[in-house]
């Protein structure tokens, strides 16, 4: 397995990129290039993304996380899930769902409305190919994160 070297900065932009406990920067990689795990894709090794001990006294900025988002915005939903371009997000399974960007979000109330709308398309992940600012209902955030 190929070793890379990455900056800070480009290490901190990965961890925002988490949704799980189980992401590596490999799969965050995979996940926002599209790409599908095959046989010969399995990674050998892991490499430890940082947690929120190693970010203490950081100058890195924190990862924006759709609970955040949802607590500064005072909004009552089950679930939170942010992506920087609001085109790419985690499963949402609790309902009421916020899906934020940088700017905005949209709430959908049922699994139905979020599974059935014409703009979303769920499978391993959902995928919102225009971004979320294009779905009908979304609202701009009264205080945006600071990027």
Not at 34 to 41: C, D, I, P, R, T
Not at 45 to 53: E, G, V, Y
Not at 80 to 94: E, K, P, Q
Not at 107 to 132: A, C, E, L, Q
């Amino acid at each position: 397995m190929p070793t890379i070297s990455i900056d800070d900065e480009v290490k901190s932009w990965l961890a925002s990129h988490i949704t799980d406990f189980e992401d590596t920067p490999n799969s965050v990689l995979r996940r926002i290039a599209g790409l599908e795990y095959s046989n010969h894709s399995t990674p050998t090794k892991q490499i430890t993304m940082p947690s929120a001990n190693d970010r203490k006294g950081s100058t890195s900025p924190r990862p924006i996380r759709g609970s955040s988002l949802a607590r500064s915005e005072g909004l009552s939903v089950s679930q939170a899930l942010y992506h920087c371009g609001g085109t790419f997000f985690g499963v949402g399974t609790r309902f009421p769902l916020a899906l934020f960007d940088p700017k905005g979000y949209v709430i959908f109330s049922t699994d139905d409305s979020y599974r059935n709308s014409p703009s979303v398309t769920v499978m391993k992940r959902t995928n919102i190919p225009k971004g979320i600012s294009k779905i009908p209902g979304y609202l701009l955030m009264k205080h945006p994160p600071q990027i």
